[in-house]
């Protein structure tokens, strides 16, 4: 039994909110001095435990401001969990939002390779798949225009053509099969159960249940930053389901 | 040991990233690269019109003015722009950050070796203007083995740059006036480094403010470069020990600073 791809045992994730955003020395200081630095602890997430095994595909449900989102950006390794761990094993090709790593004044073709170098793959990598990542994000007629002159659709294409074409052993998804076209989409839910076959673990997040049956064997259920259920997708989109309706 | 696996693993990220800021920097301008080259020549014309008169000639003892001074201008003016440069990346970078772990550190480091690269080729410069005087004027620069040594300021000028870079960087996350207070820091320091002046003509009596200008790491790093091209002597060994500690001193507070703040930063940009 090989390693899971994913572990996270206890983790919550705290954030200080305070009352007004203090970012100048002046401030900080009269406030330290005036003892009116007040923070307001906030918990995102709260003593979640949950385990993904290589190869499995796990839905995150959960309604606006649950936690989905960071509990994503934590596994990401972008946020640090202010008590617990979160062990993963493998590449992790990280889809928050496509085409984050874009130089806006850099062109498709340049954003190619500094895309793959903020995931860790060398240039010769990058130019094995290149052709592949032009052809699927059918851009090849804008490769060389910069990117800022780039619709969004443009730049989620490309960001997902990179994404998927280096094979990356994790795809966190973060409801990003909602942009793009109705034939892009179908395309790139295509490509997504494709590496499925390769053995991909992918977390997927999104509100429609009918994607999370799609795409995913596994499911859980974030609420308010506590984790209410997880387990088999179908029962798991029943019981979302149920809430949904029951406003509950 | 982690580090430095981390490290490896992102080698081509940082590859990437100061290729960018290069490519990048001179894009859509005509001259394009040129520029890193022609914009030294003519401030270096300019600061030789207006302090030549005050500070050059043959009395200052300096060999040759034009040289003396460019080759504190390209020291000083690679500091701070690449000082400031790695202050701003940390949040100019914000949107990478946010949505992707890569280590941090790579962006201060990543601008700084790309001006690191930038002002190599506008030392062209200073090649140019050696030859040139050394065929064609009355003053030529004195040219012996010691300028093989010049590659050693030149490396401290680096790690200084790091350092001050690493500590900027952090600062400027969580305080914003800290770019402010830099820029008019600068402008300070232009004219507390010997750039286009010597401290001994200066005629400076009080012993105190005298060291306070030699505590400058850039007043040494600046007269170890120029005793190497442009005097022809071995270095005062002082400065090199002086620069390099100062160097090692604020690279190591750079990187404890911002090792301890960096899961922070994302909270603040």
Redesign the interface.
Known sequence: MSKPAIVVENMSMM??LNKEKV????E?FIKLVTRKLHFTEFWALQDISFTVEKGERVGVLGFNGAGKSTLLKVI?????PSKGSVKVNGV?A?M??LG??F?M??SGK?NI??Y????????KFIDEKYDEIVEFSELKDFIEVPVKNYSSGMRARLGFAIATAVEPEILILDEVLSVGDAKFRQKSEAKIRSMFDKGTTVLFVSHSTQQVLNICNKAIILDHGKLIAQGDAKEICAQYDRMVKGGK | MKYLKNFYKYRYLLYEIVRKNIKLQYRNSVLGIFWTFLQPLLTTIILVIVFGGVFGGKRSGVVNYPIYLLCGRLIFEFFTQSTKRAMRSIRNSASVIKKVYVPKYIYPLSNIIANFVTFLISLTVLVCFMLYFYFFSNEPPHITPYILLSPIPILILLLVSIGVGLILSTLEVFFKDVEYLYEVFCTLLFYLTPIFYQVEQLGIKNEIFKMALMANPLYSITQMFRSCVLFGEMFNINHLLYSLAFGIVTVVIGLVAFYKKQDKFILHI
Do not use: W
Request: proline share 3%.
């Open positions: 954030f200080n970012d100048n020395i002046k900080y990401a390794g972008v946020l640090k992790i990280p928050l939002e984050a790593g130089d004044n850099y340049e390779y500094l793959g170098a903020t995931m860790g793959y060398s240039r």
